[in-house]
């Protein structure tokens, strides 16, 4: 059974309702995909500034029942710091890479940071239903 990890942009735009990214994080919930608590504090602190703290707080505490996370552990950050050193993208896009590969989940994102990143991670592109 395929693995699946979201990243904060996938989080992020399921919770706007961006389609087509909505409806496809919304079919794997049921299966509890995974996340990294790094990028679950990124959807904290984008939630925070767009809806306030309390909204931000309700989302986490969602989270927590609806996914499967992974915490910052050294091994963890190590591997996030080494993808980040050999590409161009954020820390935080590289723990969703480090974890998703621990895993071996395919990554589910639409940033373009990531789907460019040229790398032997399995990533499916939600900026339209295609794959790879």
Partial sequence: MTRFC????AL?????GTEPAASRVQELLPSRPLMSWINVGEVAYVTSRAAGPDTAARVVRDLET????????PARVLEAAAIKAAHPMAYADAFALATAAAHE?????GDPEILDADGPWAREDLRSRGGE
């Fill in 6 to 9: 979201l990243d904060s942009w």
């Fill in 12 to 16: 992020l735009r399921w919770l706007e």
């Fill in 66 to 73: 609806m996914l499967d996370l992974d915490p910052a552990t």
């Fill in 105 to 109: 989940a395919v990554l589910i994102t």
